[in-house]
């Protein structure tokens, strides 16, 4: 998290926008926005390809 949003509730941050996490700027915020549609971090975690992307990853570690 960026120092910002460190004390804040874990729904108050899930409702903030992805520049809330530290090393997403507000540029890239607006980029994934563009994109995918995503305006905040609840939004980038539902993401599908977020979803597949973790499964691929969970899969290669488990062999």
Avoid: C, H, N
Avoid at 38 to 61: F, R, S
């Amino acid at each position: 998290m960026d120092k910002a949003w460190a004390d804040k509730s874990v729904p108050e941050v899930l409702a903030a926008p992805v520049s809330a996490l530290k090393g997403v700027s507000d540029r890239q915020g607006d980029l994934l926005k563009e994109a995918f549609g995503i305006k905040t971090v609840a939004d980038l975690a539902e993401l599908k390809y977020v979803g597949w992307a973790q499964a691929l990853a969970a899969l290669d570690a488990a062999k």
